[in-house]
């Protein structure tokens, strides 16, 4: 695709079985593009809230908005991308740890203030927790160590009440 | 007092003023068929196959602008739906289908007759729903009536696990529908009416483009009083025939690829274009970079993922097209008629121009009947007043260029999905929604055999309509295409081994008329349109007939091929 910018999209809908296979449904039948997703209920009953990453060309994400908005379980849709808002992400990732490497992994895991959440012989497990960006750093600087693997959620956001981005 | 689920259905169905539904039994339903042998006031038409159930519903629908009723079995019965669903999903027909379901605790462990007929028909519904519960039986029917006729309207599908509909409640009616996930949008925002006035009174070029929202909201009249407001003529899609008078001076005929060619030069030359209820399909635009080039667009649509969707507009009205053109002509009645019909005799007189220079034509001879013919004899005979339904193909483009419509809801035609078997169930459904219309089907020799065994449900349940085949032994638009971009193979269009016509609708209990010659094809479409009871009339017409004009696909729809 060409000049695809990448979407933050806030979406509550109806608690109910089906919803999740309605929006993916929708994003296949129309060639649209899921990059990320996350589900989770809301401090409301019966409302659940999935953050979406998409990735498109700008005159296409007006259209998927207004698509989702069509759905009947889709209650709003927000665009977060130009607004101000707070993003993360969370990982585990578990790296190789030879005794050689453990102090260069320890010093890692205490700039970017993760925390260990599980030690072997000869691994450790990082839980990391920020947007992307942080999310992308610590795994460029634990490759060289050995990544063993990684689980991470897609990235759920809030719009910021004010404030800066 | 207890009811059991069954009965609940039928209930609701009655209470939202249902008085026909199309069905067919078996092993999943079987509980309402049982209450159904009790009812009265609730009349049930026993079709022959569960997409003709669906169209005949989605006929009736159209026919008196209600919802249609379709009730079908699991399985296969609610798959052999899918096809007429995904029919009214195109067009935006409100019907409800009801399919059997196995017993909740089956669910999931393919047992006989099981789909996932919710999921299969996520895409092609408005929405739908699985019943889980019996205390949910009767909102979930409210609120499917609700969502299939409200907004943009659409197909809802209801599905109904067996032990549901044997489960005994005290029933309540449901409460008022609001849903906090969906609210149409009807009112038009008045900035951009008031912008629209504007735009009209700049015009000097303007055209009226009405589609099938026009019918949908039933602004017929409103749309005829702009045009003639403001000298404005009006073309409309395949969809939107017959929401302004076909015999009006102002009529251009149909825009698109098969449409006139002073529609078609109208959308390329126009400065304005006011367009009501249409979706700017690829069968109307043509190339979209050459559609409409000098234009301002005004597009007004209840359904938002309508606008800016093909083509980008100037001034996006969001609302029922009936309330936006109410206010815009509400606006201009405080302005200068002068104003309004700026510089207009120039642009008549060019339409004029192409009109007399480039007209529909075909050249009837004494030996082959054209199709065309048969289907202006058709209009002169019915007087324009008959409900024309149409199979899809060329026998549907000749029906919509020489059947001039002059009224809301008499056209009815699978418009979006294009789907051949279509004609005659819709004939059923539009026949017993108005039961004094007389109803013609008008077909091809290649579609009428996809839902042939529906002539056995015309029969059964006295529902007359009256069958007019147009039979090329070609599937004929195929050919046409095969003909003028594919070197002339006619790779298995071929049908000139067709059943005898006459013979099969005498073998259903219908009659049977054939025609073969130009001088008798009043005479047999009179005898058959005068006969009581269901006829099929079967004309040879001319086999290599080409529909024209015709844009060739991805074309300027400027750009046509003509006779």
Redesign the interface.
């Known amino acids: 695709m060409m000049n695809t910018n990448s979407y933050l999209l806030s979406i509550l ?2 608690d109910e079985p ?1 919803v999740l ?2 929006i993916a ?2 994003f296949s ?1 129309r060639g649209f593009n899921i990059d990320s997703l996350s589900v989770a209920s809301t401090a409301e009953p019966d409302v659940s809230r999935i953050t979406m990453v998409t990735k498109c060309e700008p005159q296409i994400i ?2 998927i908005k ?2 989702l ?2 759905l ?4 709003t849709v927000n665009d977060l991308t130009d607004k101000k808002y707070v993003q993360r992400q969370l990982a585990l990732i578990k790296v190789n740890a030879q005794p050689e490497k453990k102090a260069d992994i320890l010093r890692v895991v205490d700039i970017f203030r993760c925390k260990i959440v599980d030690v072997g012989l000869s691994h450790y497990t990082i839980e990391v927790s920020g947007d992307s960006g942080k999310h992308d750093a610590i795994v460029s600087l634990l490759k060289p160590m050995g990544i063993i693997e990684i689980a991470s959620t897609g990235s759920i956001a809030l719009a910021r009440e004010n404030g800066k981005k | 007092m207890k009811f059991n689920g069954a009965q609940v259905l039928i209930k609701m169905i009655k209470a939202e003023g249902i008085d026909t539904i199309f069905g067919y039994p078996g092993g999943c339903v079987i509980d309402i068929y049982d209450e159904l042998a009790k009812q009265e006031g609730l009349r049930h038409i026993l079709v022959r196959h569960e997409q003709g159930a669906v169209h005949a519903a989605d006929g009736y629908a159209r026919a008196n602008r209600s919802v249609g009723v379709a009730l079908v079995t699991s399985g296969p019965g609610a798959t052999n739906a899918v096809t007429g669903i995904a029919s009214a999903h195109s067009d935006s027909i409100p019907i409800v289908v009801f399919t059997g379901q196995v017993p909740t605790a089956l669910i999931g462990n393919d047992a006989f007759q099981e789909v996932d007929i919710v999921g299969i028909t996520r895409p092609c519904t408005k929405h739908n729903y699985l019943v889980k519960s019996i205390d949910k039986l009767a909102s979930t029917i409210k609120e499917a009536f609700y969502l299939a006729r409200s907004g943009r309207p659409g197909p809802v599908l209801v599905d109904l696990p067996k032990n549901i509909l044997q489960a005994q409640i005290d029933f309540e009616e449901p409460g008022k529908i609001s849903l906090k996930s969906y609210k149409p949008n009807y009112k038009p925002n008045k900035k951009q009416l008031n912008k629209v006035v504007e735009m009209i009174k700049k015009a000097k070029r303007p055209v009226i483009f009405a589609g099938g929202g026009v019918i949908v909201s039933q602004a017929s009249e409103q749309i005829t009083r702009l045009a003639k407001m403001a000298d404005i003529p009006v073309t409309a899609s395949l969809m939107g025939l017959g929401a302004f008078p076909g015999s009006d001076p102002l009529w251009l005929g149909m825009l698109g690829m098969h449409g006139t060619y002073r529609a078609n030069m109208s959308i390329g030359h126009c400065d304005l274009m006011i367009a009501a209820g249409v979706r700017f399909d690829d069968r109307v635009t043509g190339n979209i970079e050459k559609f409409a080039p000098t234009a301002k667009i005004v597009q007004i649509d209840i359904d938002p993922t309508s606008i800016h969707k093909n083509i980008e507009v100037h001034c996006p009205i969001v609302g029922d097209c009936k309330a936006a053109l109410e206010g815009i002509l509400h606006l201009m009645e405080d302005q200068k008629t002068d104003d309004l019909k700026n510089n207009r005799p120039q642009w008549l007189d060019q339409i004029e121009e192409w009109k007399s220079t480039t007209p529909l034509k075909y050249n009837q001879g004494s030996e082959v009947i054209k199709p065309q013919f048969v289907v202006e004899k058709l209009y002169e005979l019915t007087k324009g007043d008959a409900i024309i339904t149409t199979e899809v193909g060329q026998n549907q483009m000749w029906a919509a260029q020489y059947y001039h419509f002059n009224k809301p809801n008499h056209f009815i035609t699978s418009g979006g999905l294009g789907t051949m078997g279509f004609g005659l169930p819709a004939a059923i459904g539009a026949k017993a929604a108005c039961p004094d219309k007389l109803v013609v089907d008008v077909a091809g020799d290649g579609s009428i055999q996809m839902n042939i065994q529906e002539l056995m449900t015309a029969v059964e349940s006295k529902i007359d309509v009256k069958i007019v085949i147009l039979n090329n032994q070609y599937l004929g638009m195929v050919r046409q295409w095969q003909e003028l971009f594919y070197e002339k193979v006619y790779s298995f269009t071929n049908m000139e081994n067709t059943p005898d016509f006459v013979k099969l609708a005498e073998a259903y209990g219908a009659k049977g008329l054939r025609c073969t010659r130009p001088d008798e094809v009043e005479s047999v479409l009179s005898q058959g349109l005068n006969h009581e009871g269901t006829v099929i009339m079967e004309f040879a017409v001319d086999k290599e007939e080409s529909v024209y004009p015709m844009v060739p696909a991805g074309g300027s729809i400027t750009e046509m091929l003509l006779v």
């Open positions: 809908v109806d089906g296979s309605r449904g929708l039948g007006d259209q207004k698509q908005h069509k009947i379980n889709v209650i």
